[in-house]
């Protein structure tokens, strides 16, 4: 036996179930997004006590909210797959008004904030981006995303042989605490993996009623506007779409509960049987959950909330076309946004976005509005902004105005010709 001689012992039993727990519970959150994720959890992993904490909460029964107290909340939200807020949105065709809009719609707030912007030429003042988005693709009203690829795959079998061959080398050397603590803590976190894994991702959003306008519309974030182009059924799969989770198990979610259960019973079992182990298998031990760790850690790292746009652009709305420019003021900002959307009712979206109602903003409204119904040219001359009935301050205001209405123009025209 190695290590027979020494009288030195590691006390890992305290640390167990804590150590790497919040890493753990972020590489569980990973495995409804990765093909295959469910299938490799067969790995001494530490944290197991937090993880059965954590997911426990699901489990909805007397017995279950006893073991593992917590406000109940529904998968989705728990695996951080829903429960953001996103950006105010205005339908220009429906009329739709929703206040605040959900985690979809903040994926792709997030989305459009990480483009690179194309520069409209004018005054800047305070520049505003605004992101055309042409949503040329309706999802079905219930669809299972297909999961991603990724290599977590070969990296899993490091972990995985390495907590095996530590297993077999404490059963070589007779050492059957240890070896009976490594092989819990394989069967805890592999059933447990695949329990959780086991269930079904899917997004899902409103069927539109026949006949109904297109979903055009603005979603206001902030200092960037997004545009959405498309059909009611596309459009209202950012706006009111959701991604959930279903167990066969639900509502009381038993499977889970058991599943946290076993993982706490491990903890318990590795705080008072690995003291019992020889050094050599106690480093055995130790071995195997610092890679697990290690492991853990570089999954919790991947960007989760870049993996869901993917998602949600790549896989639910086939790769819809973005394009986004930036304004260097929100009079340029509220022509542009104008141009792209051409509703039929200019007038009322001008004047959400640009409530100013003096009297040069009247007048600048009225010969904006005017260009956009009748489709002339928004090229302005002395005529339009010196006819009298202004002062000097109030015509340089409005020649002022005008200009940043023709840069919008001349941009959005560029716009046109580049798609």
Known sequence: MPLSDSKFTLDT?????FFGGDEA???MATVHIYQGRKWLGWYNSPGSYLIAKRYGQLANSRLWDGLFPGVNTDPATLFELDGWKGPKFKGVE???IIPETGHLA??????????QGIDVPGRRTQPVGVTIVDLHYIPEATMT???LKKYTSALALIPMS???????????FRDWYSFSMILLGIIASGISCFVIGSGKFTFFHPTPSPGAPRGDGLLLADNNVIVLLGEEGAVNSITRGKFSLYFGSEPEYRNIGLCSLILTTQFVAQLLLIPQGTLFGQIMFVASLAVSWAYNSWLSSLDKEEVQRRL?????????????????????M??????????SHPAKILDDILPNDTKVWKRWKSIVLSRLQSGEKMHFESADWDDGSFNGNESTLLKTLLGDAQAAYDGYSNHLKSH
């Open 334 to 343: 509220a022509v542009f946004v104008l141009l792209a959307l051409n509703p």
């Open 312 to 332: 949600l652009l790549d896989v639910v709305l086939k790769r819809p076309l973005l394009t986004k420019y930036m304004l260097g003021t929100r009079t340029t």
């Open 162 to 172: 390495v907590s095996i061959g530590t297993c077999i080398a404490c059963g070589i």
């Open 94 to 96: 429906s009329g739709s």
């Open 106 to 115: 903040a994926l792709m707030a997030k989305e459009c904030q990480t483009q």
């Open 145 to 147: 995303p297909k999961q």
């Open 13 to 17: 039993s305290g640390v167990a179930g």
């Open 25 to 27: 519970v972020s590489a």
